[in-house]
């Protein structure tokens, strides 16, 4: 019998009103859950005991350093818990234990960034005309609602809940229908951290029902996103009508150059993190390869060469010798198959890959054709550069399927990487120093790595700089700020005499007054 999950409510595990969210290992096809699923109804409960605990001030104006002890404490009693997350991790979302380990026990570092900044932020006092003192603080926003997908469970609830927590506000997650186990362990650990009843919820749910009703509340003053460009959209117009905050972090289709002067074998390892990594299931995945001709044909075999073995050391994700999982989904799957053959038709041929996983692994036996396994792939044109007409140039794909293109300039390698309406991640490989800055100042994204790729920390902003990837920004203080707002006071420090000569506006005669 599966495990069943219960929604985490104002400080306790509660029972949802819809039906239960079976949850499926992706590696296998097999359900080991059951998740309780959160109503309209249930989103409103979260939603007014969340804005009790705010008007109450038991988190919202908790000292900073009280808030900034919690957060500690959060990370922690995290660092306790990561042998637990890690495995459900790697259950819910089918990623190789390998990445998990790696990625799950960095997340500490958000609660203790965000502790660090609330006991050093400065505030301003500003040079105000007159015997005026005016101070500026930062308060908290109130209820904020937080959507998260599958792809990095963890690691993206972390990011919000760190910053929105740090400034005081009360929380509502809601984190996809497909991965949402841990985020709720998550919620019990933060609640023993210190985290009041009522400042935290987390409620799973599908997107019409659970998101929509805590999206649209008039409650809720900031809505964050991290989800696909169409749902960000529809989201946004919704947020729009409340005049709420909104933070959208979208859809991607990262270029990835690699010039004449970059060390290729560096290169072709840069290739494979950024387009393989979490099969491929990263907003910023390097999936738009773009090398010079004059390389090309090291390139393409040295990476060629790579993917055959992480092919061959694929296995269950459980192993930590697997190099790759599966997609999440057989839809998900669906979606890669349909793009990849739609560009065959048209424009592409294979170097590697291009098909489902149907045998048994050579790593450890493990049975591929039960899960959602598509072999890392490498596409390329047919003839010239055709393929950047095709869908699979075009569209996310959300899979480990790279295209590579060729170009002979500089400006043309630019060209073929701004050449996308998403602008979130893109690469650089080269060895020359000034061209690195002169590219990377010339590339439309919100993030260059210049070799190496899918760095990320606490205090370095994560944001999109075209509408198809999204509004504002992760990380560092800016996300803190998102979450907070400014707070101006002034104080009068003339002496009583002083305020009775110069602020009585209607005293009788026709002296000077003042404004301002």
Not at 42 to 69: F, L, N, P
Not at 232 to 260: C, D, M, Q
Not at 385 to 405: D, H, K, L, T, Y
């Amino acid at each position: 019998m599966a495990n069943q999950y219960f929604l985490w409510l104002a400080g306790q595990e509660q029972a949802g009103e819809e039906p239960l969210i079976p949850i499926e290992d992706p590696s296998t096809g097999e359900i080991f859950a059951d998740c309780h699923a959160a109503s309209a109804k249930d989103v409103d409960t979260a939603v007014q005991a969340a804005h009790s605990a705010y008007k109450s001030g038991i988190w919202s104006r908790a000292g900073r350093h009280e808030r900034a002890d919690v957060l500690e404490k959060c990370a922690a009693l995290l660092s306790e818990s990561l042998p637990e997350l890690i495995a459900l991790e790697v259950q819910q979302t089918g990623r190789a234990i390998r990445e998990m380990k790696a990625q799950v026990p960095s997340l500490v570092k958000w609660f203790k960034y965000y502790a660090s900044l609330l006991r050093v932020e400065e505030r301003s006092v500003l040079p105000t005309t007159g015997k005026l003192h005016n101070f500026v603080d930062r308060v908290p926003l109130g209820v904020v609602a937080q959507i998260t997908p599958f792809n990095h469970p963890l690691l993206i609830a972390v990011k919000k809940l760190a910053p929105a927590l740090a400034a005081g506000n009360s929380v509502i997650l809601k984190p996809s229908e497909l991965t949402p186990l841990t985020s709720l362990l998550l919620a019990k650990i933060l609640h023993r951290a210190g985290i009041p009843s009522g400042v935290l919820s987390v409620l799973p749910g599908y997107g019409m029902t659970t998101g929509k009703a805590l999206v649209s509340h008039s409650l809720v003053r900031k809505v964050d996103i991290t989800g696909g460009t169409v749902a960000g959209r529809a989201i946004g117009s919704i947020v729009g009508g409340n005049l709420s905050k909104y933070t959208a972090e979208l859809g991607g289709k990262a270029p990835l150059i690699v010039f004449e002067k970059a060390q290729i074998d560096a290169s072709v390892n840069g290739i494979a993190f950024g387009s393989y990594m979490a099969s491929g299931q990263t907003c910023i995945a390097s999936t738009r390869i773009i090398v010079a001709n004059s390389i090309m044909d090291q390139v393409v075999q040295k990476l060629k060469f790579k993917v055959e073995s992480i092919t061959k050391r694929m296995g269950a994700p459980s192993n930590p010798a697997s190099m790759m999982g599966p997609l999440i989904s057989e839809r998900q799957l669906q979606n890669v198959e349909r793009l990849v053959e739609e560009s065959l038709a048209e424009s592409a041929t294979v170097i590697m890959g291009a098909k489902r996983m149907l045998g048994r692994s050579l790593l450890d036996d493990f049975d591929f054709s039960k899960g959602h396994f598509y072999e890392p792939t490498i596409l390329t044109s047919s003839t010239g550069n055709a393929i950047v007409n095709s869908p699979i140039w075009r569209q996310e794909a959300f899979g480990p399927v790279i295209v590579v293109v060729g170009f002979d300039t500089e400006e043309e390698a630019i060209s073929l990487a701004n050449d996308t309406e998403f602008g979130l991640g893109a690469g650089i490989w080269t060895e020359d120093l000034s061209q690195a800055f002169r590219v990377s100042e010339q590339i439309e994204a919100g993030l260059v790595w210049v070799n190496t790729h899918h760095r990320n920390d606490p205090s370095s902003p994560w944001g999109g700089v075209k509408a198809a990837s999204g509004v504002g920004s992760e990380n560092g203080i800016d996300a803190y700020h998102a979450y907070s707002m400014m707070k101006s006071t002034i104080v009068n420090f003339a002496t009583t005499e002083e305020i009775l000569a110069q602020d009585d506006w209607f005293a009788d005669g026709s002296k000077e007054v003042r404004y301002g």
